[in-house]
């Protein structure tokens, strides 16, 4: 019989501590997937951060690094001007990459480090129990705003993407979504389009995906994925947002 | 052969020597000679020097590089040097090798540029969170610092741990003839199959200081510090300078012995017999010659000369361990004492 589907050989076969529903196991697959499917699996170095992928590191195989909050750019952007035939990716969640991190995002982006940004974005913080995170939209309750997002006393949300767009830097942001499998197909494809920007060194890649975090939003898995679709896409509308492939034409 | 050079670039080229290639830094007096030379200086080298956003960017570069199997390293100065302490924290935790600098100014906050010795407590006692040591060298002059920066590299990588060198804006600012040793091979440096960079043949390396199981990080703290033993055992360095026959033993570091030396010098032409004994490395300290020195007959007391308001002076107490009195003369601020001061303190206090 002829095998249609297999785990990529980079995953480990440890058990996620994902909770049920999350989402970070579908984007792990993928990462692995596209390493795979470009041959350089073998080149990976992989950055994992502080929040729910902290321990990322325990389910892929290939070299990895944990780095303090937010840092992992910095380590990145340092990993890959050592090994500049290495593939190099970091892994952040909202709390890493657009709170205590904003600076090294930026200024990664900004130098066009060679390396991929891979951007949980599920609006909380997740490992400690569900504050308020910088993309948090308004209205919504997290431990840090009960009754919701007010900007009046709790700032506005970040619209990553959109930001990083205005530099020069980037090479390549595109945000997708994880809610269901259409639009894991076409994070996939996201990934592997940044991917395949750092294997031919055309600078920064970052890829949006808009997650969901069924514990902390009090919700059913399903119930978070529609979450998602129905409040999360129409604020952080998908699309790509910088391809300097495109721009060269 | 012996040529002319200013602290901070002297530090650099012989951080070249000694296999740095990689050096990730952020603005702040007096110490921006030092990324101001590798900016240029490495490129040259076929290595590479990265402006950080921040001093908490430029720690966490140096994480990657080293944890990538590189001789990395950064320099700071004291406010810069706090902001780098959590990096620091997980370079010791999570073993990897690397070199930091720290030209000391006056604090605290912001305090000014002008040469002080502060940050004592900080390069010693930690620094950031957790049980933690750096290997710390406070060279007396630049060709002292010149020459452990050479080997600091080696040092790290022997026992898989940050080493820091701490100056001050004198020894950063000033002028000496210096020579830089010969330039070590790269090629010939022991391999750190530890280092995570990729093409692992199927056995994942990781860089991590996260041991989240309890016992797994009590572990891990009694092996740092079976570790920190070791370095205590080999790596202490230290000078003696006219102890035979002292009665009054000055303790100083850094710039400060060398005024120290000079008051020395002058008090000994007037027949007051005193010496110096001078730590070289702050960690691990010289607890045994010190310990050694309060034993002896002719030594009635120590004299412990900072730019502080009193920090290593912890140190000597507790390795002299109330055998003979131990005096505390210090200037901060930037405030530099003289020879005459410390002459004078003397003379007077006989």
Known sequence: ?249 | MKKLWKGNEAIAEAAIAGGCRYFFGYPITPQNEIPEYMSWRLAEEGGAFIQAESEVSAINMVYGAAGAGARAMTSSSSPGISLKQEGISYLAGAEVPCVIVNMMRGGPGLGGIQPAQGDYFQAVKGGGHGDYHCIVYAPGNIQEFVDVMYDAFDVADKYRNPVMLIGDGMIGQMMEAVEIPEYKDLNKLPPKPWASQGHNGGVQRLINSIKIDPNDLEDHNHRLFKKYAEIEANEVKYEEYLTEDAEIVFVAYGSVARICKAAINELREEGIKVGMLRPITIYPFPKKPLAALAEKANVKKFLTVELSMGQMVEDVRLSVNGKKPVDFYGRCGGVVMMPADLVKYVKEGK
């Open chain 1, 1 to 249: 019989m002829a095998i249609v589907a297999k785990k990529p050989e980079l995953l480990t076969d440890a058990h996620l501590h994902y909770c049920p529903g999350c989402t970070h196991g579908i984007v792990h697959r993928l990462v692995a997937e596209v390493l795979e499917e470009l041959g350089c699996a073998d080149a990976a170095i992989g950055i994992m951060p502080v929040g729910c992928a902290v321990f990322g590191y325990n389910y892929f195989k290939c070299d990895m690094f944990q780095a303090a909050h937010g840092r992992a750019p910095a380590v990145a952007s340092a990993v890959k001007r050592v090994h500049p035939d290495s593939v190099v990716f970091s892994y952040q969640g909202d709390g890493d990459c657009s709170s205590i991190g904003m600076a090294e995002t930026v200024h990664a982006a900004a130098r066009g480090e060679n390396f991929t940004l891979i951007f949980i974005n599920n609006g909380i913080y997740g490992m400690t129990g569900g504050q308020m995170a910088p993309t948090t939209m308004e209205g919504v309750k997290a431990t840090t705003c009960i009754y919701g997002r007010d900007p009046k006393v709790n700032g506005n949300p970040i619209h990553l993407s959109e930001m990083l767009a205005t530099l020069t830097g980037p090479a390549y942001i595109e945000r997708t979504a994880c809610c269901d499998p259409a639009n894991v197909r076409k994070t996939k494809a996201a990934i592997k389009k940044a991917f395949e920007i750092q294997l031919a060194k055309k600078g920064f890649s970052f890829i949006e995906v808009l997650a969901n975090c069924p514990s902390n939003y009090h919700m059913t898995a399903l119930e978070s994925m529609e979450f998602v679709k129905t409040k999360a896409i129409p604020f952080y509308p998908l699309g790509v947002y910088k391809d300097i492939t495109k721009e060269d034409k």
